[in-house]
């Protein structure tokens, strides 16, 4: 293997890959990064054997070839390169990888290609394609409700449903939801409910560049992402996804319509006075507006925001990061804020967008 390559086409490829390097794998080679060099492109590809991603690159291929580098030694010793061209060959049978630039070289020991563990998709697929600005608007309204619990691995994924041209992605940790439905073409053969994992919808909303489209492809335990240059393979989370439409209410004391930046300004300014062991703010609903108010050992905070209001005053607790949270994921000027009672969930919305929603689930308090 011999190629020359660009320092910035060598950095964009290993940063789109790095994060499916396996830390903590007994393999050696799944602590590297695959290179792979034919035609005109280097292909780098990385994997834990749960997901992986591949990304091309142009290269000028002198020698074509392929080779596992590990990942930690070339990813730092990339960025520190200086802007020359770069040499890299593959010597000693392929166990040695020698980088040139300038009057200097790095070696470093690597390991075969047929040591790098591929992920084999099968059963039945189907495809769609979206844009990628539509494509990151919709992972980032869902994404800030999945879990980070590793024990309830259900919860650290993404619904996918799908039935015809009907899409909706769902999110959930238990104590707030988001969902958002969208249109695909062409439409679904079946009926389709699989769970994705959110890091590789996080890494696919990462590597993406603007303009460009996203193929979706979903195999029986897999799902495939695909951009121009770069390919995300992950397994599918098994396991029963809740019956979310339940918890969605229907019917509501109180409807508030308040300002999304207002609102938003005033929750994070509240968060100031609020520590780890207690997150919470309290919202009042008045017939003049609502209130954001906190009151801790720090001190305390109100603030009152011009609202519109039908039905009942409410007090209501919520946990302050989730309340910044779902604000933050809201395009527009005004929410509505939909209460059904101090204890039971709320349902957050924008007039103009009934295809997306957020839900909150109220927090109690050691007076209550």
């Given at each position: 293997?011999?190629?020359?390559?660009?320092?910035n086409?060598?950095?964009?490829?290993?940063?789109?890959?790095?994060?499916?390097?396996?830390?903590?794998?007994?393999?050696?080679?799944?602590?590297?990064?695959?290179?792979?060099?034919?035609?005109?492109?280097?292909?780098?590809?990385?994997?834990?054997?749960?997901?992986?991603?591949?990304?091309?690159?142009?290269?000028?291929?002198?020698?074509?070839?392929?080779?596992?580098?590990?990942?930690?030694?070339?990813?730092?010793?990339?960025?520190?390169?200086?802007?020359?061209?770069?040499?890299?060959?593959?010597?000693?049978?392929?166990?040695?990888?020698?980088?040139?630039?300038?009057?200097?070289?790095?070696?470093?020991?690597?390991y075969?290609?047929?040591?790098?563990?591929?992920?084999?998709?099968?059963?039945?697929?189907?495809?769609?394609?979206?844009?990628?600005?539509?494509?990151?608007?919709?992972?980032?309204?869902?994404?800030?409700?999945?879990?980070?619990?590793?024990?309830?691995?259900?919860?650290?994924?993404?619904?996918?449903e799908?039935?015809?041209?009907?899409?909706?992605?769902?999110?959930?940790?238990?104590?707030?939801?988001?969902?958002?439905?969208?249109?695909i073409?062409?439409?679904?053969?079946k009926?389709?409910?699989?769970?994705?994992p959110?890091?590789?919808?996080?890494?696919a909303?990462?590597?993406?560049?603007?303009?460009?489209?996203?193929?979706?492809?979903?195999?029986?335990?897999?799902?495939?992402?695909?951009t121009?240059?770069?390919?995300?393979?992950?397994?599918?989370?098994?396991?029963?996804?809740?019956?979310?439409?339940?918890?969605?209410?229907?019917?509501?004391?109180?409807?508030?319509?308040?300002?999304?930046k207002?609102?938003?300004?005033?929750?994070?300014?509240?968060?100031?006075?609020t520590?780890?062991?207690?997150?919470?703010?309290?919202?009042?609903?008045?017939?003049?507006?609502?209130?954001?108010?906190?009151?801790?050992?720090?001190?305390?905070?109100?603030?009152?925001?011009?609202?519109?209001?039908?039905?009942?005053?409410?007090?209501?607790?919520?946990?302050?990061?989730?309340?910044?949270?779902?604000?933050?994921?809201?395009d527009?000027?005004?929410?509505?804020?939909?209460?059904?009672?101090?204890?039971?969930?709320?349902?957050?919305?924008?007039?103009?967008?009934?295809?997306?929603?957020?839900?909150?689930?109220?927090?109690?308090?050691?007076?209550?």
């Amino acid at each position: 293997m011999k190629f020359l390559i660009s320092k910035n086409n060598l950095n964009r490829a290993i940063n789109n890959v790095q994060r499916a390097i396996s830390s903590r794998s007994p393999i050696p080679a799944l602590t590297g990064i695959l290179f792979q060099c034919y035609g005109n492109s280097l292909k780098l590809s990385a994997t834990d054997t749960e997901m992986s991603i591949h990304s091309s690159v142009p290269a000028q291929i002198i020698e074509p070839g392929e080779l596992v580098i590990p990942g930690r030694h070339i990813a730092e010793f990339s960025r520190k390169l200086p802007d020359l061209p770069i040499e890299f060959q593959s010597i000693g049978g392929g166990k040695l990888a020698t980088v040139r630039y300038g009057l200097s070289e790095f070696n470093v020991n690597s390991y075969s290609s047929s040591d790098f563990p591929i992920i084999h998709m099968s059963g039945d697929e189907f495809s769609f394609s979206i844009s990628s600005g539509e494509f990151k608007d919709i992972i980032r309204k869902v994404i800030y409700a999945t879990s980070n619990d590793d024990s309830r691995p259900v919860f650290n994924g993404v619904l996918l449903e799908i039935e015809g041209d009907s899409a909706a992605v769902v999110a959930t940790d238990t104590f707030r939801l988001a969902l958002r439905r969208f249109k695909i073409n062409p439409p679904a053969p079946k009926i389709i409910n699989v769970v994705v994992p959110g890091k590789a919808l996080n890494e696919a909303v990462r590597v993406m560049d603007g303009g460009e489209e996203v193929r979706v492809t979903l195999f029986k335990n897999h799902i495939m992402l695909e951009t121009e240059d770069t390919v995300i393979k992950s397994r599918l989370i098994s396991g029963k996804f809740p019956a979310y439409r339940q918890v969605i209410p229907q019917s509501f004391e109180c409807v508030i319509r308040a300002s999304i930046k207002e609102l938003a300004e005033s929750a994070d300014r509240a968060s100031l006075l609020t520590s780890d062991k207690n997150l919470l703010v309290m919202l009042q609903s008045t017939k003049k507006g609502v209130v954001i108010s906190v009151r801790s050992e720090s001190g305390w905070i109100r603030e009152d925001i011009m609202a519109h209001m039908e039905g009942e005053n409410l007090d209501i607790f919520f946990n302050v990061r989730y309340l910044n949270d779902a604000l933050r994921s809201f395009d527009g000027d005004m929410i509505l804020i939909k209460l059904t009672g101090p204890y039971t969930p709320a349902l957050l919305t924008i007039p103009e967008d009934e295809d997306y929603l957020s839900i909150i689930v109220p927090a109690r308090t050691s007076r209550e």
